[in-house]
């Protein structure tokens, strides 16, 4: 049994896909097949249970994803301790986000801590994970820190630090009849809205927006990528909120202002609260660092 095996069933278990699991990796489906295969083999137990185009965990693999996370997170503390012998800063340093990180100027950090700290292996996973599976991975040790807006609820072993803010703006087809002015949610009422699934942090905010405000409306389309989203709106689909960021330039959607402050959330950065390897705190206080400059 070899440790990147254990990694790469715990990204297919995780992911609840070989593809999306090998994308996660950066490696091609055929390599994380094989890999699965042959602890499958060596285990002598079935870990996956494939159903149609799904898969779910055995029972074996229900066992093993424990076990698996435990021997994982431990040997890459070995290696940050080891690391940390010669007194120089190495190790890598994984950093999970969410699609848009708002006002946070994650590109023009990470080119500076890089060039600052040339033996820090940054890795960023970006997608469009709920953001209670980040904290989960936080938790876990898949991630080193996340970028995320502000949960709802807060993790005792987790620690989360304000960087910035996450504000949505609401996108339309540049032809859809909506006033040029600060809107009200009964404005809206009668548009078809693209929106994130049930459940989904952004979705519960923007719910509950319209339902204090007695106004229904109609969810015609679920996505959980935001460009995705703004693709369809510009199709003339329907209307959806989106971070602001990622509407800049664009010159084929309309946006209009809504009066709401659940549209506006902060942005904070998210880490355990023991402490971490050398080269995690030190990315750690950087991007902290960056975001206090800029307030």
């Known amino acids: 049994m070899e440790l990147q095996q254990l990694v790469y ?9 070989f593809t999306r699991g090998a994308q996660r990796e950066h490696v091609v489906q055929s390599t994380m097949s094989a890999a699965v295969g042959r602890l499958e083999h060596e285990l002598g137990q079935s870990l996956f249970r494939r159903i149609g185009h799904r898969i779910e965990l055995t029972a074996a693999g229900g066992l ?30 994984t950093l999970g986000t969410v699609l848009s990180t708002g006002t946070f100027p994650l590109a023009e950090v990470l080119g500076a801590i890089r060039r600052a700290h040339p033996g820090i292996a940054l890795r960023v996973q970006s997608s469009p994970l709920a953001f209670d599976r980040h904290l989960d991975r936080i938790a876990d040790g898949t991630f080193d820190l996340a970028l995320i807006p502000s949960p709802d609820t807060t993790v005792a072993s987790i620690r989360v630090s304000p960087v910035g803010t996450l504000d949505l703006v609401l996108a339309a ?7 040029d002015r600060p809107l009200q949610c009964a404005d809206l009422a009668a548009f078809p809205f693209i929106d994130f699934p049930v459940g989904w942090a952004n979705r519960t905010r923007t ?36 971070p602001r960021r990622l509407t800049e330039g664009r010159h084929d959607i309309r946006t209009v202002v809504v009066e709401a402050p659940a ?26 660092e960056r975001a206090a400059s800029v307030v």
Not at 212 to 229: H, T
Not at 263 to 288: D, G, N
């Open 207 to 242: 719910d509950q927006l319209f339902a204090e405000a007695g106004v229904e409306r109609d969810v015609a389309i679920e996505v959980a990528d935001p460009a995705m989203a703004l693709d369809l709106v510009r199709g003339g689909l329907g209307i959806a909120f989106v």
């Open 64 to 93: 093993l994803l424990e076990r698996a996370r435990a021997i994982v997170t431990a040997a890459r503390d070995v290696r940050r301790e080891l690391d940390s012998l010669d007194g120089g800063l190495h190790g890598t340093v």
């Open 9 to 17: 069933f715990i990204a297919v278990a995780d992911e609840g896909s």
């Open 263 to 288: 549209l506006s959330r902060v942005l904070v950065l998210a880490r355990l609260e023991r402490k971490q390897s050398p080269a995690v705190e030190t990315v750690y206080r950087a991007l902290v």
């Open 173 to 179: 087809a540049l032809d859809t009849p909506l006033p």
